[in-house]
């Protein structure tokens, strides 16, 4: 079954403010992986962060994670329509090695 | 210079035809994978191989078979086409465990 959900399933801002984009697990991960994926393209990796992490950085990136809540969120700061793109979040689960994929956040950047 | 390379990018076939889609990958990664997104965008892992041997096989049907014939290879045969087939399907390689995935650009595949 699906591992993770996000929210929300759409997100359309102005170019300049912030996009924060919300991923729920359900079972005890090994890391939490964050993808973008333009349109008609692959998928790019864009951070890991591992369980026993709390948050990362990657330039205009930053990730949190709360294991506790089972959650995690990417903020893209001073956004620019270039980020126009679909975002996943993928998990990997404690014990395995493969990626569960979440339903991904279409975000769309407005010049 | 491509990392992951698909061919071919575009594939439409009729139901019950055999095709084949090609995998390489030119980073020296161990484990590479096959990922079938449906139109919902929803991403589901078919295969992995590690080092040639087959390590994960999801409730695939065995009309789907990955064939490496190297490290560098992880091609996917599907037999009996069906129109729910119809997907893009992602090629994707490792490095090693608790390292990120790198993709392929992917292959629409079309049953008509």
């Known amino acids: 079954s699906q591992q993770g959900e996000e929210d929300p399933q759409a997100l359309s801002i102005q170019e300049g403010e912030n996009a924060t984009m919300n991923c729920s697990y359900k079972?005890?991960?090994?890391?939490l992986q964050w993808y973008r994926q333009n349109s008609g393209r692959g998928l790019v990796h864009l951070i890991l962060?591992?369980?026993?992490?709390r948050e990362k950085h990657s330039g205009r990136l930053r990730v949190t994670l709360d294991t506790s809540k089972k959650s995690s969120s990417l903020l893209i700061t001073a956004s620019r329509a270039a980020d126009t793109a679909s975002y996943f979040c993928?998990?990997?689960?404690?014990?395995?090695?493969?990626?569960?994929f979440g339903t991904g956040t279409r975000l769309t950047v407005i010049p | 210079d491509t990392a992951v390379s698909q061919t071919p990018k575009y594939l439409v076939t009729q139901m019950g035809n055999d095709k084949s889609i090609k995998c390489e990958q030119n980073?020296?990664?161990?484990?590479m994978y096959w990922y079938k997104q449906d139109s919902k965008k929803f991403l589901k892992i078919m295969f992995s191989?590690?080092?040639?041997?087959?390590?994960i096989n999801e409730t695939v049907p065995n009309r789907f078979s990955p064939k490496s014939p190297d490290k560098a290879h992880l091609n996917l045969h599907i037999n009996s086409l069906e129109l729910g087939d119809s997907a893009v399907y992602f090629c994707?390689?490792?490095?090693?465990?608790?390292?990120?995935?790198?993709f392929g650009s992917g292959t629409r595949l079309t049953v008509v």
């Open positions: 993928a998990t990997v689960l404690t014990g395995a090695n493969n990626l569960f």
């Open positions: 079972t005890s991960i090994n890391n």
């Open positions: 962060i591992r369980s026993n992490e």
């Open positions: 980073l020296g990664h161990d484990t």
């Open positions: 191989y590690n080092n040639k041997e087959l390590i």
């Open positions: 994707a390689s490792q490095q090693g465990q608790g390292s990120g995935y790198t």
